[in-house]
């Protein structure tokens, strides 16, 4: 089975700040890769699929890239609103997502 | 618009079998490339994918969990029915069902999950 890598776990920041985050895979995975935002008591939401592609209606403050193993996700200004666990999910075999971020303000 | 629900029993005894139902509407499993996902989540932890059933009926599992899982569609009713067999109180979790697009491996719409205990 695929292993995701996620870090940070948790990371506090103030708004306005940039934040990255990475997910590593335990083999490669090309840019079989997405990213979910998922608020407290909510459904998760996606956001970034295939590594770097933007969702329709999802901010463009949110950015992904990578391919292979390495992947970050980054909120290039925080807003209040982006506070969630986020999650990366490898579909190149089977799915597996990554042990989660929480984002917090700081 | 693309909606989906989950239901079935809030709480079931250690080695019980789960039966859960997905209901959907506003697209069809009969439609190529369409597809519905069941994920869970524990209480404070992170997600896991559980099994996937496709517009042509292929189905995936997970690898820990293959064993103890069947997934099966009713494309007249717009259904997917989740059986996880011999439950115990580590499978307490949300279970979310999900429409997800075989091509993408993107899950682009969620049920709001559905809470289910495992205790005796």
């Known amino acids: 089975d695929i292993q995701m890598t996620q870090s940070p776990s948790s990371l506090s920041a103030s708004v306005g700040d940039r934040v990255t985050i990475t997910c590593q895979a335990s083999?490669?995975?090309?840019?079989?890769l997405n990213w979910y935002q998922q608020k407290p008591g909510k459904a998760p939401k996606l956001l970034i699929y295939d590594a770097s592609n933007l969702e329709t209606g999802v901010p463009s403050r949110f950015s992904g890239s990578g391919s292979g193993t390495d992947f970050t996700f980054t909120i290039s200004s925080l807003q209040p609103e982006d506070i969630a666990t986020y999650y990366c999910q490898q579909y190149d075999n089977l799915v597996t997502f990554g042990g989660g971020t929480k984002v917090e303000i700081k | 618009q693309v909606t989906l629900r989950e239901s079935g029993p809030a709480l079931v005894k250690p080695t019980q079998t789960l039966t859960l139902t997905c209901t959907f509407s506003g697209f069809s499993l009969s439609t190529s490339g369409m597809c519905v996902s069941w994920i869970r989540q524990p209480p404070g932890k992170a997600l896991e994918w559980l099994a996937r059933?496709?517009?042509?009926?292929?189905?995936y599992y997970s690898t820990s969990l293959k064993t103890r899982l069947t997934i099966s569609k009713d494309t007249s009713k717009n259904q997917v029915v989740l059986t996880m067999t011999n439950m115990d109180p580590v499978d307490t979790a949300t279970y979310y069902c999900?429409?997800?697009?075989?091509?993408?491996?993107?899950?682009?719409?969620w049920g709001q999950g559905t809470l289910v205990t495992v205790s005796s």
């Open positions: 059933i496709d517009w042509d009926d292929d189905k």
């Open positions: 083999q490669d995975i090309s840019n079989y």
């Open positions: 999900a429409r997800t697009i075989a091509a993408a491996g993107t899950s682009d719409y």
